[in-house]
């Protein structure tokens, strides 16, 4: 049975982020349940989920091992601090992800969010230095294009630029590389052939300012939020030579690519190249409870670990960091996606993936395809003097359709759960296909 579709009264108190048009509350498009790929709306209808949620439900909706350990955990032990003490789950998890983690990379620092973990990676980065005795290290390098989160340091270093114009003056001391996304990669299948090059800006930046002078250079492997941008071969190979050349920290921000959305646990390990830090979120709790994480070398761990028992190492930390109830389902997370195989299982369909989403070449408006792994995305021509309203107006029909999808300007995003299957994949690009035919 269809629950009451809420009236604007209803919703007169909440303020909807990144709602997109003012009609939202007029027409709310409300979600009230969700069972493995498939959402359920206030109207009764049953809507294929082709975003994970918000990049985050790798494991789909509803998955009893997580629902299970959230309860148990709840009657055991609700929430403990997270300074000077401890809980046994927070310790149990950090050595699951290390053990997921590409070889090196020994520590974590919990977070709540993606954002957060880009606060806190910046935050590491430049205290990093100082502890060594390398405090003109302040600089951070970000990239046109980049998305980082919401919090100050993340829209800094992060290059969209009306995520960034409303806000006044950002941190000082931040540079930006070049962003990849280059016309001679269009249509490309997987990673493109041309723009390893690009990464060479960042000894433009580094001869500019001193490499004495920058902490830390932040990329994230699969530019996600920003439509889905392909590394050039060779790129990321390339910022790790440069970084270490100069003493710079790398950064990977994980948040979207982690935990088997390329096929592999995070992207630094499907690219093979080694960064000093990962942020993660999203999935290492299936969306379930907000959780994030810094995974860190042995090097930086051991950089604040030198003065006396009694003094704080890092004067960072959240309230709510490593809690035993987001540290359940984070467990439980990890365990349901090695017990269902989920990143080999996206490894195996992302060749059935690639050929379906990159079928709608030939739709109309359609004006580049981009995909790795299990992402897509479908790139439309703008309506003149309306930039964006084309690939919202796709969002819309979808969604009456019965396909949930994501844009970002005028490029659709799809993201699906590491659980779909081909009928589902099939639905999903065919529903989208009918939908790019409609549009005007």
């Not at 494991?59 to 003490?85: C, N, S, V, W």
Request: proline share 5%.
């Amino acid at each position: 049975m269809a629950l009451d579709r809420p009236t604007p009264n209803d919703l007169r108190a909440f303020w909807m982020p990144f709602t997109a048009n003012r009609q939202f509350k007029q027409a709310p498009r409300m979600l009230v349940a969700a069972d493995g790929m498939f959402y359920t709306t206030s109207d009764g209808r049953q809507v294929l989920d082709g975003t994970a949620g918000l990049w985050c439900c790798n494991a789909g909706h509803k998955r009893p091992k997580i629902t299970e350990a959230i309860q148990k955990q709840a009657e055991e032990l609700d929430y403990a601090p997270a300074f000077q003490m401890g809980h046994p789950k927070a310790f149990e998890l950090a050595n699951r992800l290390v053990d997921l983690a590409p070889e090196g990379i020994d520590h974590a620092f919990f977070t709540n969010s993606g954002s957060e973990s880009v606060e806190t990676a910046l935050k590491i980065a430049l205290a990093y230095h100082r502890a060594r005795g390398d405090a003109s290290r302040t600089r951070l390098i970000g990239r046109e294009r980049g998305y980082h989160g919401v919090n100050f340091g993340g829209i800094s270093v992060g290059g969209i630029v009306n995520n960034r114009r409303h806000f006044g003056a950002m941190l000082v001391g931040v540079d930006h590389m070049p962003h990849t996304h280059i016309p001679q990669n269009q249509w490309s299948r997987g990673q493109p052939e041309h723009g390893a090059e690009i990464a060479d800006e960042l000894e433009r930046i580094v001869a500019l300012h001193g490499a004495d002078t920058i902490a830390a250079v932040i990329v994230e492997p699969v530019a996600g939020s920003t439509g889905v941008l392909i590394p050039p071969k060779g790129y990321l190979q390339r910022l790790r030579e440069i970084t270490r050349k100069h003493g710079i920290l790398l950064i990977f921000d994980e948040v979207i690519t982690g935990f088997g959305r390329l096929g592999s646990p995070f992207a630094a390990q499907h690219f093979d190249v080694m960064p000093d830090m990962i942020t993660c979120a999203k999935g290492l709790t299936n969306g379930v409870i907000p959780m994030g994480a810094v995974l860190t070398t042995a090097e930086i761990h051991d950089a604040f670990m030198t003065g006396p028992e009694n003094l704080i190492e890092l004067f960072h930390g959240y309230t709510y960091s490593g809690s035993p109830i987001a540290s359940a389902a984070g467990l439980a997370t990890l365990e349901t996606y090695r017990e269902e195989s989920l990143f080999e299982r996206a490894a195996d369909l992302a060749p059935y993936w690639e050929d379906a989403v990159h079928s709608l070449k030939d739709r109309r408006h359609v004006i580049d395809i981009r995909n790795m792994g299990l992402i897509g995305a479908v790139e439309l021509e703008p309506i003149a003097g309306a930039p964006t309203q084309r690939a919202f107006n796709a969002f819309l029909k979808a969604y009456e359709k019965g396909v949930l999808i994501r844009t970002t300007g005028d490029i659709i995003a799809m993201s699906p759960p590491l659980i779909i299957e081909k009928a589902h994949i099939d639905q999903l690009i065919g529903t989208l296909g009918e939908v790019l035919d409609s549009l005007d």
